[in-house]
């Protein structure tokens, strides 16, 4: 069983930056893969970015490859998600996930086995 619990959300202008940081319980942090989730009212939960076990690779979406980055500190239980040139179409719920990292399925929602509460993302224009 692994706990997630987000935090780093906020209010930051267009072009901003802000570091989100997703904490996990467990002794078993280093053998999940970890994902960043977004979500918007009436809409499906997007994938953002997702960084395997060993940190040894890393994935984004589109929209936000060269503005966000993804990291973990395995001796930390955390990982993070570094977000830059912050835009009005990043406003969202971000969630961090878990998966065990033998399974596949890194883009997916649906592949990942625990969630964190969410926390809330606004950028102003």
């Known amino acids: 069983q692994v706990q997630l619990v987000e935090s780093g959300g906020g209010l930051v202008q267009t072009g901003g930056s802000l570091r989100l940081s997703c904490a996990a319980s467990?002794?078993?942090?280093?053998?999940?893969?970890m994902g960043w989730f977004r979500q918007t009212s009436g809409k499906e939960r997007e994938f953002v970015a997702a960084?395997?076990?060993?940190?040894?690779?890393?994935y984004y979406a589109d929209s936000v490859k060269g503005r966000f980055t993804i990291s973990r500190d395995n001796a930390k239980n955390t990982v993070y998600l570094q977000m830059n040139s912050l835009k009005p179409e990043d406003t969202a719920v971000y969630y961090c996930a878990a998966k065990s990292h033998l399974s596949t399925g890194l883009r997916l929602a649906a592949g990942y086995d625990y969630w964190g509460q969410g926390t809330p993302v606004t950028v102003s224009s």
């Open positions: 960084i395997v076990w060993s940190a040894a690779s890393t």
């Open positions: 467990g002794r078993t942090f280093s053998s999940y893969d």
